[in-house]
């Protein structure tokens, strides 16, 4: 009863008028568990859009993340590490890492002062915001969910759909858009930055000269760039130590690498060690609700009409065509409904899952999987049903869980125990016939009876 609370509290499944007085009710609950295993770093936030109030997540910061030094953590080999992208003109220092730090937790960046890029990429819940889709100044919602920015640094583009390219590029699009932080422009934003004084001088130390909007972009990048988070059981178990994982994640690791097919797209080792091909797929999750056709010829004309990236972004943020994912930006037929292959590392901490936010635990992400997807006729032929038992699916799942950095190891545990309960009680997405294929996905879903004739 109480881990429910707190997911529906934290995943943003209620509306706003019923929050706060659910936070309240929650809270109550929550202090009887004082000292139990959730600790403080999982605690219910309190601040505005109910993320964890922003001094507090400094606080938390600084005792996870020690020096903000760039270096290879343990495992992850010197190419992998070199393959992050840093500008010629945004080599990192001290002085970069520090005024990005100090503009990630600034609500100045939004209109109205409530929301910082830290509400909806929140310290305390993975650097995300537990939501499935984001909430952003006058309680806008959006039509995505939030992506982590642990280890985006290591993504070869941003966003669901790979709209942006860089993390220079990525800081600028929420500030200005209307359903998130809501400056009409970057000389709004700067003149909110500037009514700061201590700026003035950061920005000096920092770039040389006074404070400008591209000069946000590169500092808020060279801080994302400190937030490596791959130290986890995963990485002891694969430099050697047998034990550093349960006997149930050692055989959802070779599920995943063999009859579950996820290695396909997210292999996972050393070297590619977010765990994703950085490649788009349709996988079957918006196809629910669409009709891709119909909606791919009204996308087609919005990006032909203005396919700039700001207007990309409003279409990616604020309309129903949000689905078509990187079609958007390809305008390819294969990209329709296709999403970028999320990193896995500390997939335990960022639910709900998937680019809408609805697939709530590991478990229904495994059940979305086993069952082939939604099919619909953009469908990547990776995905097909996969015939997991029950204890391969849990198997599975247990090894998802060994990928979260050993920093948030209280949290991760956490998780592991809401999703569980939460599984226990509901598997919306789970369908026997079609995962052990008694009924055969596209012949009857697509074609109808006809097509098993
Ligand atoms: C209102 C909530 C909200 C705010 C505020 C916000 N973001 Fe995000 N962020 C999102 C959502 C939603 C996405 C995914 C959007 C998409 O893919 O189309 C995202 C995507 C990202 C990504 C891409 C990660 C990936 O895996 O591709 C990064 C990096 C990021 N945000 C950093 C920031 C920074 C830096 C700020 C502050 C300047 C910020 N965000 C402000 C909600 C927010
Ligand atoms: C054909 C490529 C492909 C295969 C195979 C695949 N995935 Fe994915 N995965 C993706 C893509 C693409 C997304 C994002 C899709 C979206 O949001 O629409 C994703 C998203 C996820 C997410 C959500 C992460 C988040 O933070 O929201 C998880 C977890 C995941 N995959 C696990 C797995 C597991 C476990 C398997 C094997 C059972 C698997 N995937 C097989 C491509 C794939």
Redesign the pocket.
Same mark, same amino acid.
């Given at each position: 009863m109480i881990l429910r609370m707190t997911v529906e509290e934290n995943g943003g499944y209620m509306s706003s008028s019923n929050r706060s007085s659910a936070r309240l009710k929650a809270l109550g609950a929550l202090s009887l568990l004082a000292g139990a295993a959730c600790g403080m770093a999982w605690a219910l936030g309190t601040g505005p859009h109910g993320a964890m109030p922003l001094d507090e997540q400094q606080k938390l910061l600084d005792k996870v993340i020690g020096t903000s030094a760039i270096n290879p953590p343990r495992g992850v080999d010197g190419l992998a590490w070199a393959s992050i992208y840093i500008p010629a003109d945004n080599a990192p220092n001290q002085e970069r890492i520090a005024l990005g730090r100090k503009l990630y937790f600034d609500v100045r960046l939004s209109k109205d002062g409530t929301v910082a890029c830290a509400t909806c990429h929140d310290i305390s819940r993975g650097f995300t915001d537990r939501r499935s889709v984001s909430e952003g100044i006058r309680d806008q919602l959006g039509q995505r969910?939030a992506?982590?920015v642990m280890n985006a640094a290591m993504f070869q583009s941003m966003f669901?759909d790979g709209r942006a390219a860089t993390l220079e590029d990525q800081a600028k699009l929420p500030v200005l858009n209307p359903v998130e932080m809501g400056h009409p422009d970057a000389a709004s934003a700067m003149a909110s930055i500037n009514a700061d004084p201590a700026y003035q001088g950061m920005f000096q130390k920092a770039y040389g000269r006074a404070p400008n909007y591209d000069d946000v972009g590169r500092a808020i990048a060279s801080f994302e760039r400190t937030l490596i988070f791959l130290d986890a059981p995963f990485d002891r178990y694969l430099s050697g130590d047998s034990r550093a994982i349960s006997p149930a994640a050692q055989r959802g690791l070779e599920?995943?690498n063999g009859k579950?097919?996820?290695?396909?797209?997210?292999m996972i080792n050393s070297s590619n060690p977010l765990g !994703?091909?950085n490649?788009? =797929?349709?996988?079957g999750?918006?196809a629910r609700k669409q009709n891709f056709e119909q909606l791919a010829q009204k996308g087609l004309a919005a990006v032909q009409a203005n396919g700039d990236e700001q207007a990309l972004d409003k279409l990616a943020i604020e309309t129903n065509l949000s689905e078509l994912?990187r079609f958007l930006v390809s305008r390819q037929r294969q990209d329709i409904?296709?999403?970028?292959?999320?990193?896995?590392r500390n997939?335990g901490l !960022?639910?709900?899952?998937? =680019?809408?936010?609805t697939?709530r635990t590991?478990w229904d992400?495994?059940d979305h999987?086993?069952k082939g997807g939604e099919t619909n006729a953009f469908l990547?032929?990776?995905?097909e049903p996969?015939n997991?038992t029950e204890s391969e699916i849990d198997d599975?799942v247990a090894f998802?869980f060994t990928l979260t950095d050993k920093r948030f190891a209280e949290q991760n545990e956490a998780a592991f125990k809401e999703q569980q309960a939460l599984a226990a009680k509901q598997r919306p997405f789970r369908d026997d016939a079609l995962a052990h294929r008694e009924t055969l996905p596209f012949e009857q879903r697509v074609m109808g009876a006809a097509g098993l004739k």
């Open positions: 969910s992506p982590t669901w599920l995943f579950a097919r996820c290695m396909s797209c997210h !994703t091909d490649l788009f =797929h349709n996988i999750v918006s994912g409904g296709a999403f970028k292959t999320e990193q896995l997939v !960022t639910a709900p899952y998937m =680019h809408d936010g697939l590991l992400v495994m999987y086993n990547d032929g990776g995905i996969l997991l599975v998802l």
